[in-house]
């Protein structure tokens, strides 16, 4: 088993990935924590949706509240989350997230087992630029063990009054 070295990560530090306008701010990594879960803050603009409809088959989810609303579907429930809440999306349901308010919300998103968080560090290099290739991102949903559900974003955005993509920080 990895051990690591006890540390402090203040509030601005810790590597950023943006993705389409949300970010990814790798607190703990696998590594860190002997590939158990990794944790990563996710900072997300007003009415901002996170991702089409997805499922993961190698982890689960939590995601706290640290500020803002959180908005949900979790097969077809619809949960509303505020700050102190902890939202569970387990492995192999379809799920998707998004800022439910009119002010910024972030979330610490709890990824068990780890591994996970790479996906954001790997995608992050192409929305930086681009819109991700096809052909790219079946490539990295095969190596994460994650489902897409592209054709969820129009819904999702005509049904909750969102926006995506967003364009990243400056």
Not at 93 to 110: D, S, Y
Not at 124 to 132: D, E, N, S
Not at 143 to 152: H, L, N, P, Q, R
């Amino acid at each position: 088993m990895e051990t690591t070295k006890a540390r402090i990560l203040g509030p601005q530090e810790g590597e950023m990935a943006w993705l389409g306008g949300i970010g990814a701010r790798f607190m703990i990594d696998g590594g860190d924590a002997g590939q158990r879960f990794s944790l990563v803050e996710h900072p997300l603009p007003p009415r901002a949706l996170a991702a089409p409809l997805h499922r993961h088959s190698r982890e689960d989810e939590y995601s706290f509240v640290l500020e803002g609303t959180l908005g949900a579907l979790l097969g077809e429930e619809v949960i509303i989350g505020k700050p102190g809440d902890l939202v569970f999306k387990p492995r192999h349901q379809w799920h998707t997230f998004w800022n439910a308010g009119e002010t910024p919300a972030r979330i610490l998103e709890i990824i068990s087992p780890a591994g996970f968080e790479n996906f954001f560090r790997d995608i992050g290099k192409y929305i930086r630029v681009q819109m991700v290739p096809e052909e790219t991102l079946r490539a990295l949903s095969l190596k994460y063990g994650i489902e897409f559900d592209a054709a969820s974003i129009s819904r999702l955005i005509e049904r909750f009054g969102l926006r995506f993509p967003l364009e990243p920080p400056a």
